[in-house]
């Protein structure tokens, strides 16, 4: 009985040759950019690619090697005017047959994110979501949109303002008080 895969993009692990490197190249249609916006909070994806492959590492694991390219749109964070990044990242994923996850609370968490456990299938779509996900800009900014300075004190009472937070702003109020008396 042959299993089917998970999804169209999906590579079945006994397919691929352990002798020669299986490339891919990913670039969704119109539609199925759409969708990804949607799904990730985008006002807009204008292009995304994903273009590697996926060789044997030793025996028995695996690595996908590939490029990301995207456009996107995504909402400033402090105009909310909407703001175009290209992002081109390199992108690589180790399986490993023998991966072993520690769930105990107290178990040190390894640094590596990128090796991750061999299944009978390896997804190139899968990873350049995750990819592209991992490398939005957390907090856009559109040219010449800055945060203004919040001063919040009682009435009456001058507002703190981020020079009187300095380590050496008591200095200040110390010289203007010699320079009173």
Same mark, same amino acid.
Not at 137 to 142: D, M, S
């Given at each position: 009985? =042959?299993?089917?895969p998970p999804? $169209? =993009? +999906?590579l079945r692990v006994s397919g691929l040759s352990q002798n +020669?490197?299986?490339p891919f190249e990913l @670039? $969704? $249609?119109k539609a199925r950019l759409a969708e990804l916006a949607t799904e990730l909070d985008l006002l807009g994806l204008r292009k995304l690619s994903f273009v590697g492959q996926i060789s044997a590492l030793g025996t028995a694991d695996w690595q996908l090697d590939a490029t990301l390219g995207a456009t996107v749109v995504q909402p400033c964070a402090v105009t909310v005017e909407p703001? =175009?990044? @290209?992002i081109d990242v390199p992108v690589r994923r180790a399986y490993q047959k023998d991966f072993v996850e520690v769930d105990a609370p107290e178990a040190e968490i390894l640094e590596d994110d990128t090796v991750e456990p061999l299944s009978m299938w390896i997804d190139p779509a899968e990873v350049m979501i995750e990819a /592209? /996900? /991992?490398n939005l800009? /957390?907090?856009? @900014?559109?040219p010449g949109a800055e945060l203004g300075a919040l001063s919040v004190s009682e009435p009456g009472v001058r507002p703190m =303002?981020?020079?009187d937070a300095r380590p050496f702003a008591g200095l200040a109020g110390l010289k203007e008080q010699l320079k009173d008396d």
């Open positions: 009985m =042959t299993q089917s999804s $169209p =993009t +999906a +020669a490197p299986t @670039r $969704p $249609p703001v =175009t990044t @290209r /592209l /996900l /991992l800009p /957390l907090y856009p @900014r559109a =303002t981020d020079e």
